[in-house]
């Protein structure tokens, strides 16, 4: 009887650990596939985010490079939408937020090229400065979307 009594009680938190297991499952894989269905490469409008370290000295000469390589490139790009350039007096930090259509487009652009008007505009910098290096420090990049 004893036996039969245990036999019981132990299929009954076998049953109840079952149960547990199977609720966990299928809630870290609900959480997963909400996750992946959060697609948003062709569909979504993504800010993408820089900030940078702008000296107060070398303000005026940072937002004529600005003007002058990143804005005209930038007007080409397939999905570019506009962008806002903000700056910290205090922080003497930049803030450049710039509106791509999706982050397809936006990522569809080599980095090669990206890399090469990046190299133009510290160039037109070190002349107008007459320094060797870049002084903008890249600080952070991320994107962000609408909420």
Known sequence: MKFKYQFRKNIKRLLFLFILLIVFIVQTNFQIVSALTMENLKTEVV?????????AKFKEVWLQAEKKIWDPWLSRQSGFLGRQIFWDKEKEEALILVKWENKKLWKNISMEEVNEIQERFEQNVEESLQ?????????YERELYSQ
């Not at 800010?47 to 000296?55: A, D, G, Y």
């Open 47 to 55: 800010t993408e985010e820089l900030r940078l370290k702008v000296p």
């Open 131 to 139: 320094i060797n290096t870049n002084p903008f420090i890249l600080i």
